[in-house]
């Protein structure tokens, strides 16, 4: 089945300093990826969809400037929380559709954020 | 605007009797629902959708699902639960739009007690 990889599971960094995220998609070329965050015992709150080739689309509320989002190939997007700063330590999750899917959403394992 | 709704924060059963997990759906046009479970600091692993078709979708680990329209619901269910089952269940919608995102409901804590 589809499988997609997210690096890494769990990151601890200063306040200030800017960190990464990959997603990638193993084995199906994602046309659409989503970036979640989720807080402790909330839902998933989605942050922005990308779109091989395509700037971000972030959702109200989510400063572009600071979630910066890179979808550059068919197969992996990247966020990358800027300036981070205690109140971003959150569990972030992405998500990857197949342009040949319309409905097969495959998440990631997540990535815990926690900045000191 | 595209919703769904888990009216329960928290379900209690005991392992080996049948469990459901509730979900209502508003939604303009067609209803494209799923269901996902999370195991603590993990991502959500796919059980099952409806996109058409018999109302009765069978899933992964024994789990189904009834899509019911003339009440917008589409509740999980098991006929025996597991202690392993313990985990938190998200309903989602495709929203309609050019992306198709998923919209989750608030998600359903389910404790299987031994």
């Known amino acids: 089945g589809a499988v997609v990889s997210q690096h890494p599971s769990w990151v601890i960094c200063k306040s200030g300093t800017s960190v990464k995220i990959e997603c990638r998609s193993l084995d199906f070329q994602a046309t659409t990826m989503f970036w979640y965050r989720q807080f402790p015992k909330q839902s998933l709150m989605l942050m922005a969809t990308?779109?091989?080739?395509?700037?971000?689309?972030?959702e109200q509320g989510v400063e572009k400037d600071k979630f910066l989002i890179n979808h550059a190939s068919l197969t992996l997007s990247t966020l990358t929380v800027t300036s981070a700063h205690p109140e971003d330590s959150s569990f972030y999750i992405c998500?990857?559709?197949?342009?040949?899917?319309?409905?097969?959403?495959?998440f990631g394992s997540g990535t815990r954020l926690t900045v000191v | 605007a595209q919703s769904v709704a888990q009216p329960e924060d928290q379900v209690n059963v005991a392992e080996g009797n049948p469990l459901t997990v509730k979900c209502t759906y508003s939604v303009s046009g067609n209803p494209y629902l799923f269901w996902y479970v999370q195991y603590p600091n993990r991502g959500l692993q796919f059980l099952l959708k409806?996109?058409?078709?018999?109302?009765l979708v069978k899933g992964s680990y024994g789990f189904e699902a009834e899509f019911n329209k003339s009440q917008t619901s589409f509740h999980l269910k098991k006929p025996s639960a597991l202690v392993s089952d313990s985990a938190l269940y998200f309903c989602a919608v495709r929203g309609a739009g050019g992306y198709n995102k998923l919209i989750f409901g608030a998600g359903t804590r389910l404790a299987v007690h031994p």
């Open positions: 998500s990857a559709k197949p342009g040949t899917d319309n409905y097969g959403y495959t």
């Open positions: 990308s779109n091989e080739g395509s700037k971000a689309t972030y």
């Open positions: 409806y996109i058409t078709g018999d109302n």
